[in-house]
């Protein structure tokens, strides 16, 4: 299924423009996964099916697998996504961004190795650097634009011409890349008066924004700076603040109740 067909399903059946990102830290889970081999995989699985109905994506942030020599729990995860919840979109939090014939392979190993249904990227190095992703036609190539860092701003708001980096880089996806209607930006929710600026140039594209919870980015200027005529548009991702709500045995339920919690404080503001 095509990527958009995927998440605008998701937004309506599941009342939702909640995205849990999985970032697991095996430093941060619950003493009974301690040494079990595959505790990144049964740690983010029973987040995954404690908070699937609640969701419109799921975000697995590659590093988190990488660093552990986890890749396999990451394919396995996906797998199981895939299998138990079907029809979730999972974008791989990869930021990519190299020559096109590096990126053909960063390519195969998001959407064939991993089977993801799209890819963070970063656009810096131009337009022939994301077309191996935009190839794919169904899957989603969803462009970093205004981060949510503090360091953004080192670049994303250089004046480049009479705008910002930003909004050239906004401007660029919306009238030239998005040709297949699979590109979205990512646009950070500590900045809501730049997510208003981006919604303003790209009209429905959607925004991809982390930055609530852990980083405290605020959850009701975001939607209304962000969110379409029809309350859809966003995928609002919170990562730490649900992984680790528990710190027991009870880790999934303590998730589930804050994405509960997060999704009910985000539909509020629609
Ligand atoms: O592309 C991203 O997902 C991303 C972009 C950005 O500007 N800021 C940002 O925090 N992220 C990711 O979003 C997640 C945020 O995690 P929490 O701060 O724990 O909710 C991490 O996986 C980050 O890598």
Redesign the pocket.
Known sequence: MHFMTALKAAWRQRDSLLCV?L?PDPAKFPAHLAGRPQAIFEFCRDIVDATADLVCAF?P?IAYFAAHRAEDQLEALIDHIHERHPGTPVIL?A?RGDIGSTAEQYAVEAFERFRADAI?VNPYMGRDSVEPYLAYGDKGVIL?CR???PG?SDLQFLDVGGEKLYERVARLVAEEWNASGNCGL?V?ATFPAEIARVREIVGEVPL?V??I???GGDIAATVAAGCTADGTGLMI?????ILYAGKNEDFAAAARSVAQDTRAAINAHR
């Open positions: 990102g970032d975000k942030q939090d930021k963070t970093l981060t949510s860092n953004g990512v950070g991809l982390p930055g919870g852990a980083q991702n919170s990562s730490r603040a």
